[in-house]
């Protein structure tokens, strides 16, 4: 069974920043693109950020020069940097793995559970 277990969410003023962290675990033989996803109240999930296995990153306009993606492949895990929080970034962060549980294995997807993220005006 492979599991990501999120970590870093919280309340913070406007302005501040907050770091969110995502690790895997259980038989991954490799890793493809990890990213982030938010979803606001009453709005669906969206990605913010992403970034594949040679590194390369791309983010959503929203969160441009503000957010930074990035990735420890020997910890099977990713980490999403927050500066500039605004009270429009509050949601709930998941975030999802690409993997393969062996070579010739298919392509799956697996997802986090989720964590809070609050910023107050």
């Known amino acids: 069974q492979v599991q990501l277990v999120e970590s870093g969410g919280g309340l913070v003023q406007a302005g501040g920043s907050l770091s969110l962290s995502c690790t895997a675990s259980?038989?991954?033989?490799?890793?493809?693109?990890m990213g982030w996803y938010r979803q606001a109240p009453g709005n669906q999930r969206e990605l913010i950020a992403a970034?594949?296995?040679?590194?390369?990153?791309r983010y959503a306009d929203s969160v441009k020069g503000r957010f930074t993606v990035s990735r420890d492949n020997a910890k099977m895990s990713v980490s999403l940097q927050m500066n500039s929080l605004k009270p429009e970034d509050t949601g709930v962060y998941y975030c999802?793995?690409?993997?393969?549980?062996?070579?010739?294995?298919?392509?799956?997807?697996?997802w986090g559970q989720g964590t809070l993220v609050t910023v107050s005006s």
């Open positions: 999802k793995l690409g993997f393969r549980r062996r070579w010739t294995a298919p392509l799956e997807e697996v």
């Open positions: 259980g038989s991954i033989w490799s890793i493809g693109d």
């Open positions: 970034i594949t296995s040679d590194g390369s990153t």
